[in-house]
């Protein structure tokens, strides 16, 4: 496996967590609004880098979703 290829790999897995941690508080917990609301981000964060490693767009490390999105359209166009 390439390295690149293993690190998108890790990156969905980690989202795909954040993502189904969302859910099972939602599904239990619904009123925790603000957890459920920090996995998802959490969870798109890691979409978008595995993302723009898929783009080998270097990033810096960062939670700003505005960041990471800038970077991404600057290199992709969106339809």
């Known amino acids: 496996m ?7 790999k890790e990156w969905m897995e980690k989202a795909d967590h954040d ?12 009123e925790y609004f603000d957890t459920i609301a920090f996995h ?22 960062s939670h700003d979703l505005i960041y990471l999105l800038e970077l ?3 290199k992709i166009e969106v339809r």
């Open 40 to 61: 998802c981000q959490q969870a798109v964060e890691k979409y978008l880098k595995a993302t723009l490693v898929y783009y080998r767009i270097d990033f810096l490390r």
């Open 2 to 8: 390439s390295g690149q290829f293993e690190e998108i």
């Open 72 to 74: 991404l359209s600057a």
């Open 19 to 30: 993502l189904g941690s969302a859910k099972v508080i939602y599904l239990h917990l619904p």
